[in-house]
């Protein structure tokens, strides 16, 4: 069992900056990949970033490539979703997501473990 919680979520104007973390807690970090997922009002739930258990290899969808990076600290058991250069569009419930395989955790049928989720909401 994981336990996903985010935090950072807030109000920013567009054109800001944001960093979303992620604590977790139960079996060991470091055996997991990470990833994000945001699901906008009305919308279904999207990819947004993805990482490898070590942290080499990071998967991004078109959308944020180049504004968002992922990172994560396996000693503090913590993933990390900095965001720049935000738009409007960006506004959404931002989820934190554990699975197997990070190539794979562009979907969510592949994640095992949900967090609650945190706002982020950008103004125009």
């Known amino acids: 069992q994981v336990q996903l919680v985010e935090s950072g979520g807030g109000l920013v104007q567009a054109g800001g900056s944001l960093r979303l973390s992620c604590a977790a807690s139960?079996?060991?970090?470091?055996?997991?990949?990470m990833g994000w997922f945001r699901q906008a009002p009305g919308k279904e739930r999207q990819f947004v970033a993805s990482?490898?258990?070590?942290?080499?290899?990071?998967y991004y969808a078109d959308s944020v490539k180049g504004r968002f990076t992922i990172s994560r600290d396996n000693a503090k058991n913590t993933v990390y979703l900095q965001m720049n250069s935000l738009k409007p569009e960006d506004t959404a419930v931002y989820y934190c997501a554990s699975g197997r395989v990070a190539a794979m955790l562009n979907l969510p049928s592949n994640v095992d473990y949900w967090g609650k989720g945190t706002l982020v909401t950008v103004s125009s």
């Open positions: 139960g079996r060991a970090f470091s055996s997991y990949a």
């Open positions: 990482i490898s258990r070590s942290g080499g290899n990071t």
